[in-house]
């Protein structure tokens, strides 16, 4: 049986859910740093509100691009040079559109298509 985002952040970050939740929060922007954080967040809300499952997706994403990748632009960059597409300018400001998930799912999935294997989760 999985566990749920709320026992996961519980036991990564402490019992204290407010704490944990703050700490997560945190995790995330320290992941992010300045390189792969897109803002759009609501100002009057904030990353407070958005719920755990999403809080760890992310920071999991950050994580695996900083690792694999380096940066936001360096991602946007392999994917237009696995699709044959470095020199589209274009193409590439629409990439930078995207948040920061959907280009790494875009790029697993063109990496897997390069390589010739279908895309998985």
Do not use: C
């Amino acid at each position: 049986m999985t566990k749920s985002p709320l026992s996961i952040v519980k036991e990564r970050f402490g019992d204290d859910p407010k704490k944990a939740k703050q700490k997560l929060v945190e995790a995330v922007k320290k992941a992010a740093g300045k390189d792969l954080w897109l803002e759009r967040v609501s100002e009057e809300k904030g990353l407070e509100h958005v719920s755990n499952k999403k809080l760890l997706h992310l920071e999991q994403v950050f994580e695996a691009v900083s690792k694999e990748v380096g940066s936001r632009d360096q991602l946007i960059g392999q994917i237009a040079g696995l699709q044959g597409r470095s020199k589209d300018e274009d193409y590439k400001a629409r990439l930078a559109e995207e948040s920061t998930p959907s280009l790494w799912d875009r790029y697993r999935a063109v990496q897997s298509q390069a390589a010739g294997k279908p895309a998985k989760d």
